[in-house]
């Protein structure tokens, strides 16, 4: 007879009309019941139009009764809230001590980076003071869904990519997220997102030690935070500031990124430092937390940007960025586990 994992698999590939994504990427399946002569499949109905449902339960049917050679099949949906639908494996979040040190850039670069490695990845910009990422992506498309869920906007690469900016109606609306409707909104974000399968996702938070960002921090289960500066005089002083932030919230810091490291000038084959010397050394022992990357200054970066083609971007830092955090993801939850042994 046919097993719940043998239909499961068969399933995973197979491409939601309409959405381009897979039943397999948006973990669709809630239920699976086999009997002798009869399979009943439960879906969660995550935003899918009537319609939608309909092409995908002849769909299942078809690929299910070949399978089981001749069983009757039955596919019903139901509503599920994302919370419940959503695995995500590893959440970072990307901080800074102040605005416009490049984190959404970074946010963005470390998406491209993971996703060039293979995983699934989503980007989530929390960050309400401006649009960048869904801008650096291209993204313009409002996110669909309805009282079952929103989904997130799929990026050339296949990003999921999800903006609070992008579901409010006019960036002035922005105020209305001030206060203690924050706290309550991003709750509710987080928990109406079909982010199904998830490798990594990587939040651009909101900038600095705000309360915006404390509270992004408090209602989302963050693996890891990375901090991102410029090497400029006061910078220590500021980052200090995001590290005893993820310190007090006993989230970890995955490592720091040097934003603006330096200029490279090909006629002359130099790394010109032009916002001082690199601090690399003094934040990575304030963190206790590896040098991630350090990223020049790139006029090409920033206009890739502007054009929404940051997935184009091609340099030797953006592979190493993926690959140093997940090696750090790796070391600090060994790190954990050794301790809770050493605590028995
Ligand atoms: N390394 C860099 N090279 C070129 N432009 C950069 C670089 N880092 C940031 N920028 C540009 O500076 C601006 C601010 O960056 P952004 O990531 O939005 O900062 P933040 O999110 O910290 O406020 C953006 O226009 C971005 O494209
Ligand atoms: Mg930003």
Redesign the pocket.
Known sequence: MVTEEQIRKELHELVVPGLTRTVGSMNLITDVKIEEKKVALTLAAAGMTTLVQGVLRAKITKIVGQLTGGSEVEVNYENVKPGVLNKIKNIVAIM?GK????????AGLTAVSLKRMGYNVGILDA?I??P?VPKMFGVTDRPAGDETGILPVLSKSGIRVMSINLLLPAEDDAVIWRGPLIARAIEQFWQDVHWGDLDYLVI?LP?GTSDAALTVMQSIPITGAVV?YTPQDLAMMIVRKAFSMAKNMEKPVLGVVE??SYIYIPELNQKLELFGASQANSMVEAAGAPLLAQ?????N??KL??EGRVEDYEADFIKTLGENIIKSIADKKAAKKAEKESEK
């Open positions: 800074s605005g416009g040190v490049g984190k959404s850039l970074v960050d003071t401006g960048s651009d900038p991102v934003n603006m990223i020049p200054v790139d006029p970066l920033a940007c502007d």
